[in-house]
Structures are given as C-alpha cells and as structure tokens.
T-cell receptor, first 112, second 114 residues
C-alpha cells in the first residue's frame, strides 16, 4: 500500500522568501512521485514529477523537489515566493497502474 | 495545448437521483481515471479504465458507481442513486501510459446532492 504525508496543512511565507513544502511517502515499490498545484475552483496542474531518473527534479514556475530515498521524502521548494504562488499544493504517489494516492494538501499563503 | 474537459461544471441533484458526469480525455490517451475531492479534503482515487475495462477501483467505487466509454471520445461516471455524502468535486484525468506518465486533470464537476 502507498501513502503520502504532507507536514503542515498551512504554510505562510513572505513574498521573496523561500518556500518549503514537505512530503513524505510510503511505498512498497519504487515510487513515482508528483507535486500538483490547485488554484481556487480549478483542477490540478502538475508542477513536477519524479520517475527514478535524476533525484533533483525541476518543475514549472521555478519549483523543484529532491527525492531522498533514505528519508522517504520529496519536499517541494522555491527560492523566492511570488504572490501568484498562493494556492493549494498536493503531493501524490503513483504505482505502476497509475492509481495516485494524494496527501492532504498544504495551503500556501504568500504575504506581501 | 490539448486538455481534458468536463461537463457540467456544476450539477445539483436530489438524493436518490442518478447523475452522469462527462469527461472528454485528451484524444490520444489510453488510460482514464476518476478522482473525487470532498470539500476541504484530499483528492481520492475512484477508478482507472483501460481498453474498455476497469483496471483498478477503490473501496469508494461501490455498486452505485459505474464508468463507461460510450464512444471514442467521452468517458462517463454514473452514480445510480446519489447520497448526500456523494457531494464532492469529481475530477477526470487521462494519460497515455500508466505509472510514471503524467495524468492530465480536467477542471472538475462540482456535484451537490440535496
């Protein structure tokens, strides 16, 4: 069985500050890991994914994530937050079948 | 850029009624999924579909739910007798392969059961 834990349901940062959203996963097989962003009243947009290639994955909008097998983590970072980054962020793990298991989500607030 | 579309955007129904949620996946994709998100909660997998068959389904996907690909473009989710707890946002997604392949999500249908 696979699962995802996102630490911190709400994260607040100042504009220009580092964004760090935490995700830990549990999977019995090598995982495929994803980060999605959801803006209000919209669907899920893929930010980036890890598929067993490079452990440091770069995504859209300046986000990146590092896969650390020893820590079973896949934390999302962005060096400098923009107001437009305010949204809900979901970490997800997928198995070979494509079934994705999502974390509870983290709401990112960016203060001016 | 191709995208997944869903209709309607919002559906209101009475408890016990049947609803059909419609999705048009990206045209060359082979795998199709339904997820739901109850307000304020996480996104939950319902079912995956490939080659006109259900590949996998969750415990949520009981006998009240069914999926169908009635033609070459649409992918539908039917709830036979809606319950209050079926109120949620329902997302359709599609991908070309499974596993590592990116799933493209539609904008969702908000289902409200009264």
């Amino acid at each position: 069985a696979q699962s995802v834990t996102q630490l911190g349901s709400h994260v607040s940062v100042s504009e220009g500050a580092l964004v760090l959203l935490r995700c830990n996963y549990s999977s019995s097989v090598p995982p495929y890991l994803f980060w999605y962003v959801q803006y209000p009243n919209q669907g899920l947009q893929l930010l980036l994914k890890y598929t067993s290639a490079a452990t440091l994955v770069k995504g859209i909008n300046g986000f990146e994530a590092e896969f650390k097998k020893s820590e079973t983590s896949f934390h999302l970072t962005k060096p400098s937050a923009h107001m437009s980054d305010a949204a809900e962020y979901f970490c997800a793990v997928s198995d070979w079948s494509g079934k994705s298991t999502f974390g509870d989500g983290t709401t990112l607030t960016v203060k001016p | 850029e191709p995208e997944v579309t869903q209709t309607p955007s919002h559906q209101v129904t009475q408890m016990g009624q049947e609803v059909i949620l419609r999705c048009v996946p990206i045209s060359n994709h082979l795998y199709f999924y339904w997820y739901r998100q109850i307000l304020g909660q996480k996104v939950e997998f319902l079912v995956s579909f490939y080659n006109n068959e259900i590949s996998e389904k969750s415990e949520i996907f009981d006998d009240q739910f069914s999926v169908e690909r009635p033609d070459g473009s649409n992918f539908t989710l039917k709830i036979r007798s809606t319950k209050l707890e079926d109120s949620a946002m329902y997302f359709c997604a599609s991908s070309y392969w499974t596993g590592a392949d990116t799933q493209y999500f539609g904008p969702g249908t908000r289902l409200t059961v009264l």
